[in-house]
């Protein structure tokens, strides 16, 4: 059985032995599903970017376009890439910590690493062969996310796709196979093994057999399972529609204190790389969770 060996995600040490590391959230995309983290204009953009370092992140991931399946919020490339360019090109250049791009596209992710970006965040597990290609070409690091379908990161639910077969089985057996198949592929195109962190997936699961916020609160419970992948586990809860549910919050503007125990409970799991949009609070969360983990026999 693999076990969980370390990750060099842009010169940021992750996993085993290493203190839990925080991603904080930039969005400069109006449509995102928390209006809590978009920040509109360059000034806006550097103040909370900088106001994440000093909080303790240690890298910065730039969301130009809406990846939440329950939204249809398509924009075109066109739009996602002069986003993300802009942001990531102004951070860059002015952060001591590494800009990650969230996005599943070619043309925008090359965009976004020719502008500075170190990272890829993939929310659609590498389906795309030229999308593993330029992470492979130039050298970046990959945060890769199970996806339940393609069509649900590349079309924003235009069509739902079809329960498979392969829902019915537990949500930790479907969400590990998935991040199996993504790393085969990342080998495939030459990705280093080092250079990838898995993510389950959290919030993208909204057409299995198991309702939505069952399926997320199963994955979060069993997220040490996943380890056998021999990755180390990037989670992101922050504000999430599950949390929502289990506390009967809609507005996301209230989900912080769900958000919080949710990520201690995935660090005692084992997750190595927490994605936030509240840093300075998650890495009080995250203190006492691996505190915690370390303390157990």
Known sequence: ????????????????????????????????????????????VLRAALSMVEAGASLVDIGARSTAPYLANAIDEGEETAR???????LAAKLPVPVSAD?????????????????INDVSCLRDPALARLVATHGASLVLMAAPAAETVTSRMA???????????SPV????????????????????????????????????????????LRVLAGLSALRTL???????????????????????????AGSLAATAIAVVQGAA???????????????????LRQARP
């Open 159 to 169: 069509a739902r796709p079809r329960r498979s077969a392969a829902s019915r089985r």
């Open 273 to 291: 790389l927490i994605r936030t949009h509240d840093v300075a609070e998650t890495r009080d969360a995250v203190a006492v969770a691996q505190r």
């Open 84 to 90: 993300l360019v802009h942001a990531v090109g102004l």
């Open 230 to 256: 021999g990755r180390p586990l990037a989670v992101g809860v922050s504000r999430k529609s599950f949390l929502g549910a289990v506390l009967d919050r809609a507005d996301t503007a209230d989900r912080l």
């Open 1 to 44: 059985m693999a076990r969980d060996s370390t990750a060099d995600v842009a010169g940021v040490t992750v996993g085993p032995g290493s203190p839990v590391a925080v991603m904080g959230v930039i969005n400069v995309s109006p449509e995102s599903f928390h209006a809590g983290s978009v920040y509109r204009g360059d000034e806006a």
């Open 103 to 119: 996005t599943p596209r070619p043309g925008p992710a090359r965009a976004a690493l020719e502008a500075g970006a170190r990272v």
């Open 173 to 216: 057996a479907v969400v590990r196979s998935l991040l199996a198949a993504g790393l085969r592929r990342a080998r495939a195109a030459g990705i280093p093994t080092r250079r990838i962190v898995v993510d389950p997936g959290i919030g993208f699961f909204r057409d299995e057999a198991v309702a939505w916020p069952e399926w997320d």
